[in-house]
């Protein structure tokens, strides 16, 4: 369990997230949502121990996660910028990676080079962007880490894949008992696969009130144009 207490994160004056706080359980998939520059990263990475929290405290279990190496080991952080080294291959990333991480599992990752076909000798850098992603979710599974924290993961992934996406997080959640968080724009696949949803809006982390709304709707209201604006633009 992660539980956020009166969590601000800011750069300089300027206040990202203010006083965030809530309760995420074990085994459940939780979706945090926000306009573009809302924050909704900077508070994820602030969850995942990359970013110091400015005020308040991040616990999981009852215990401060700030300079808590159990916790920094159970956690894996899957950023919304894949970095590989050029010359690095998926069985490259696994060796570096079976080092790192003691928890790591060869079957699963084996299972999902075959389920996402990808070749395990080929240079990750000659992938398409959304093959990167694939690999980096297989990284990230195969870690077997109890707090898994996802940006924009189904970026760059065809409906086809993100839809196996869905059901591969809703697996792992329900068998390993794991605590997922992700982050996304594609509202319709977030909203199948999560068991509760956060909004940054205004500084503030909030539980939308969608009103029977689907999220992309009520997102879209939100964020709607003056349409008389829009028809006048080029006068």
């Known amino acids: 369990m992660i539980e956020l207490k009166s969590v601000t994160k800011k750069y300089g004056r300027h206040i ?5 706080g809530c309760v995420y359980e074990d085994g459940r998939i939780y979706g945090l949502i926000g306009y573009n520059g809302s924050g909704k990263t ?3 990475k602030t969850i995942a121990g990359i970013y110091r929290a400015d005020g308040g405290t991040i616990l999981s279990d009852g215990v401060p996660t700030e ?3 159990a916790y920094r080991r159970e956690s894996f952080l899957m950023t919304e910028e894949l970095f590989f080294d050029p010359q690095s291959t998926p069985d490259g990333m696994r060796r570096l990676y079976r080092g790192y991480y003691p ?6 990752y084996e299972r999902m080079l075959r389920l996402f076909g ?34 924009e993961t189904f970026d760059g992934l065809d409906i086809a894949r993100r839809r196996i ?7 792992y959640a329900s068998d390993r008992g794991a605590l997922v968080i992700v982050t996304s724009h594609y509202l319709n696949e977030l909203e199948h696969i999560v068991d509760e949803v956060g909004m940054i809006d205004g500084e503030r982390l909030v539980i939308p009130e969608t009103g029977g709304q689907s999220l992309e709707q009520y997102f879209l209201g939100k964020n709607e144009a003056d349409e008389n604006e829009i028809e006048h633009l080029f006068e």
């Open 165 to 171: 996406l869905a059901k591969i997080l809703r697996r």
């Open 67 to 69: 300079e808590n190496e």
């Open 42 to 44: 900077t508070l994820l």
């Open 103 to 108: 928890s790591w599992n060869d079957r699963v």
């Open 118 to 151: 990808l070749d395990p000798k080929a240079k990750i850098a000659g992938f398409s962007k959304g093959m990167q992603r694939q690999t980096g979710l297989l990284l990230a599974l195969s870690v077997m880490p109890r707090y898994l924290f996802l940006d």
């Open 16 to 20: 990202v997230v203010k006083d965030a």
